[in-house]
């Protein structure tokens, strides 16, 4: 027998379509606006071509202020416990870029090996790691060659002590390789995970300090590899964009 469909029945079927097609557009928008303020966090983090002078200026003032209190810092290290200065000490030796770099150049290696079988995705982010980290290292190698800062460990506690282009170790404090490496890989996480953006800075902050506190940079030599491996990033960010 064939189905009557009085006005009511129609009313109602096409009131209970409508509350479907309103909740679906809701929970699209809903999404949409997740994804908005997840490219908003990501968009604070690289810089803008009209304010890197600005940033620049206040990147240089940040370094001299942390230069006039670079001895204070360095003379009261002791005064921390034992155990925080323990866990620096771990903190530093296992961030090492020696240990690094090569371990995530062999994930990227494995993941090339998985997807060439079907295993593994396309996601580019141990690659973006890679460059990052390679790039961070070079740059900062090469700063600290022409600044020639010596480390606190070998200048008596002077700041002041630089012997440009001496290619040796003592004389390789500025910038600090392993803050620019932290600081790059951390925005890089940062940036793709916007939503746990503040732990893994924190964490990048950690391996910064760390170095300070065994007495290998002066709290400006971080300053400038933080300020560095963050510029690193923003930049391949956005010429990836």
Request: proline fraction near 4%; charge should be positive; include cysteine.
């Amino acid at each position: 027998m064939a189905a009557r469909w009085n006005s009511v029945d129609i009313a109602r079927r096409y009131g209970r379509l409508t509350n479907y097609s309103g909740n679906f557009t809701l929970t699209n928008r809903k999404i949409a606006d997740g994804r908005n303020k997840n490219e908003k966090l990501v968009e604070r983090m690289i810089p803008e071509s009209n304010t890197i002078t600005y940033l620049m200026i206040t990147l240089w003032s940040g370094i001299i202020a942390a230069v006039m209190v670079d001895t204070t810092i360095a003379q009261n290290i002791s005064v921390f416990p034992d155990w925080v200065r323990d866990a620096a000490q771990w903190i530093s030796r296992s961030t090492d870029p020696l240990f690094v770099i090569p371990l995530i150049a062999g994930a990227f290696v494995v993941q090339l090996a998985l997807r060439a079988v079907g295993f593994a995705s396309r996601h580019d982010l141990i690659k973006e790691l890679l460059i990052q980290a390679i790039a961070a290292i070079g740059v900062a190698t090469l700063l600290k060659t022409i600044i020639g800062r010596a480390r606190p460990s070998h200048s008596a506690m002077d700041p002041f002590n630089f012997q440009p282009f001496m290619a040796q170790d003592m004389f390789a404090s500025c910038p600090s390789a392993q803050a620019t490496l932290a600081a790059a890989i951390g925005f890089s996480f940062a940036m793709r995970f916007p939503s746990a953006r503040m732990p893994i800075l924190m964490a990048a902050a950690a391996v910064c300090l760390s170095r300070v506190l065994v007495g290998e940079h002066w709290s400006s030599d971080v300053v400038f590899g933080w300020a560095l491996g963050w510029y690193i990033s923003s930049m391949h960010r956005r010429s990836n964009a």
